[in-house]
Nanobody, 117 residues
């Protein structure tokens, strides 16, 4: 059974940090590009950051560059999103996505991040 499960969301003050986890099961995420996406209420889904298969490279949206860091622990079959210097506009449901060429993408169910004082 293929599954992606996000965790680590919650309520944090502006300027604070959270680390989101995307745990994969049923497949080896090392061989997939993993992306983090987010969706705020009333807004479209937005790409946040991604890491290539076998850590071939990373990318991030301009809005989070310098603040968010994506990484992976292949032994745990997990991808992380370290979120620093959080802002209220980072409030959203965060989803992880696994992509491999010529295959349908896998999606998790999302985890809520709320940045508020």
């Amino acid at each position: 059974q293929v599954q992606l499960v996000e965790s680590g969301g919650g309520l944090v003050q502006p300027g604070g940090s959270l680390r989101l986890s995307c745990a994969a099961s049923g497949f080896t995420s090392e061989y997939y590009a993993i992306g983090w996406f987010r969706q705020a209420p009333g807004k479209e889904l937005e790409g946040v950051s991604c890491i290539g298969s076998s850590s071939s490279g990373t990318n991030a949206a301009d809005s989070v560059k310098g603040r968010f860091i994506i990484s992976r622990d292949n032994a745990k079959n997990t991808v992380y999103l370290q979120m620093n210097s959080l802002k209220p506009e980072d409030t959203a449901v965060y989803y992880c996505n696994a992509h491999k060429s010529l295959q349908p993408d896998y999606w998790g169910q999302g985890t809520q991040v709320t940045v508020s004082s």
